[in-house]
């Protein structure tokens, strides 16, 4: 398990140069809010790309809220050979400290949060319309359930990867 930092604690430790805070989560999130000055480090890429932290430097380590990297201690101490730490509360701890958070409302909410919000207006509408109108709307929410068993199975989400074609998910140059 990897020591906790509090967010003045590391900040303290960034101010002076003595740490680099590296964030976990993935691209779309970060896009959307991240601590100002935080590299990018997906979790699912540190294993084939290895951290360089600059000697003398701590690695500072964050998500969200704190359970993704608590979750992940062992794989996060293996990727820095020298002192390593994990923000306690992440991201949203950090902002709730009252510390610098770059946010950019313009960036697409989380995908997987898009998920969440299409499957629940689909079982809401599937349950709704089989209530009001027929009870054969009921198969809407036992398709996004079975769709969302699948998913957690296999751990391919179909509504994921349509979601991502959408046209406030592309990338533009």
Known sequence: MLPQLTPKDAADLLAQGRAVLFDIRDPDEFARR???G????PLAT???DPLQVPAGQAAIFTCR???RTAANCERLAAVVSGPAY???GGLDGWA???????????????????VQIAAGGLVLAGVGLGLAVHPGFFGIAA?????LTFAGVTGFCGMARL???????????
């Open 65 to 67: 809220s704190g359970m």
């Open 46 to 48: 540190l294993a084939a």
């Open 96 to 114: 709730a400290a009252g510390l610098p958070v770059v946010e950019n409302r313009k960036a697409p909410l989380e995908l997987m949060r898009q």
């Open 163 to 173: 979601l991502a074609l959408a046209p406030w998910n592309r990338v533009t140059a």
């Open 143 to 147: 398709f996004v359930g079975a769709g």
């Open 38 to 41: 935080a590299h990018l480090r």
């Open 34 to 36: 991240h601590v100002k």
């Open 86 to 88: 994990v923000l306690d």
